[in-house]
């Protein structure tokens, strides 16, 4: 009989390894053949079996799930010297409906399957939230649908088009057209894959709440504001940043429309990242939300602004784990804390190529602001491996308010850049340091 509890994680990210307790449990790993050959052979030690997926090496954040009976005939084998799974845990964006699909086949707790669906399929996630809170207009399209049906869409939408996957991420796959003779010019040329959605383009500045649900009650809240967006940074490579709020009114709002938008999907434990459109006339606007913690560095920001770790909490919630909250909470409660009004800076890599840093430029002038920095050394090489928003840097402040954060920051995003010498021999400048 198995001494210790077995837990299966769906997925593994480097910074994981830190927060999983190999100690006082047999923990099983399901990987994709890929991202197990870079596991380094210390933490693969740690794993009391890690069982390899046969996918395909692409970006498509639906494979994972398209490899549940893989999953589920690892775990099976695995059960057979560990004993039945306890709990199942999916941290990632393609990791949550596979892990509650193994929930459901070893009738284990947790966030269930049509639950999360929910939170990972764009149009589904609107039609339930639809009178609920402000969606934008949407249309399911597929490589099916007839070019009249395409016209009539495009002739209810003035302005610019968005073409979207439903269930993918990280803006990957994203296409954004200027007008709808556009978006039908390239629905003629290039076709419409399976699994879209087109959806009216909103004027509004990008908002992320991010937190912690527990028994069916927002935990925890954090309620920003983007400087640049996800869009812009993965295509254009420009720098992304974040400040949170710092007026309650607007908290409360989002607030109340963050419940409203959690309760009506059916979450009642888990991570969340929700974004929304603030409007010029101050309505928020539903954009998408994902059952998990909010990627980049947002988990960095919480653990070094308010020492709130938000991977171990999204641990301790799939486990039916306590928090380590003790009451529910904002960001704006915790400026008792010393931190007052948070964000932080995420300057983009320009260079797609294997480079080098060769020189760094902007730190003198770096505001008394920050709090934390991540600063690549000399010699550092990047695009090893390719990856989603691939960064230059990161900085962490606090200030007394959301202006003077915003200030700083675009201030950063304005002085700092690296200097790379491409492995090639060309060098690049990948930054604006040197305008």
Not at 94 to 118: K, Q
Request: with cysteine; charged share 25%.
């Amino acid at each position: 009989m198995a001494s210790k509890e077995h837990v299966v994680h769906v997925g593994f990210a480097d910074q994981d390894a830190a927060v999983i307790d190999f100690e006082k449990y047999d923990v099983t790993l399901l990987l994709d053949a890929f991202a197990a050959s870079r596991l380094p052979e210390d933490v693969r030690r740690r794993f009391a079996r890690v069982g390899i997926l046969a996918l395909p090496r692409r970006v498509d954040l639906d494979d994972y799930d398209r490899a549940s009976e893989q999953m589920i005939a690892l775990v099976r084998e695995f059960s057979r010297d560990l004993g039945e799974p306890s709990a199942i845990v999916g941290l990632y964006e393609n990791t949550t409906l596979p892990a509650a699909r193994l929930r459901e086949e070893f009738g284990l707790p947790g966030t269930d399957v049509r639950t999360t669906l929910l939170f990972r399929d764009k149009v589904l996630m609107k039609q339930a939230l639809n009178g609920v809170v402000r969606v934008p207009r949407y249309w399911d399209v597929d490589a099916a649908t007839p070019t009249a049906e395409l016209e009539d869409i495009a002739a209810g939408l003035p302005g610019k088009v968005v073409l979207k996957p439903r269930s993918q991420a990280a803006s990957f796959g994203i296409e954004i057209f200027d007008s709808a003779g556009d978006f039908l010019r390239y629905a003629r040329t290039e076709g419409i894959r399976d699994h879209y959605e087109v959806e009216e383009f909103v004027e509004g500045a990008v908002c992320h709440f991010d937190g912690l649900m527990r028994d069916g009650e927002i935990l925890f809240l954090s309620a920003a504001r983007y400087l640049g967006n996800c869009f812009d940074l993965q295509y254009g490579k420009e720098a992304l940043a974040s400040v949170c709020i710092d007026d309650p009114v607007q908290v409360r709002q989002i607030h109340e429309f963050t419940e409203r938008v959690l309760g009506t999907l059916g979450l009642r434990d888990g991570s969340f990242h929700l974004e929304a459109f603030r409007t010029p006339d101050g309505d928020l606007v539903f954009l998408e939300v994902a059952n998990r913690l909010g990627g980049g560095y947002i988990r960095r920001h919480f653990q070094e602004a308010y020492g709130l770790d938000l991977l171990a909490e999204s641990i301790a919630v799939c486990m039916n784990l306590p928090s380590a909250v003790e009451k529910a909470t904002t960001h704006l409660d915790l400026r008792a804390a010393g931190r007052g009004v948070t964000g932080w800076v995420h300057p983009a890599l320009q260079e797609d190529a294997l480079c080098q840093v060769k020189r760094i430029r902007g730190l003198d002038v770096c505001p008394d602001s920050v709090i934390y920095s991540e600063i690549p050394d000399i010699g550092k090489v990047f695009n090893r491996v390719p990856g989603f928003f691939v960064g230059s840097g990161l900085f962490i402040l606090a200030g007394e308010t959301t202006e003077s954060i915003e200030r700083d920051a675009l201030g950063i995003i304005e002085s700092y850049g690296i200097e790379v010498q491409l492995l090639d021999g060309s060098a690049v400048l990948t930054g604006p340091a040197d305008r």
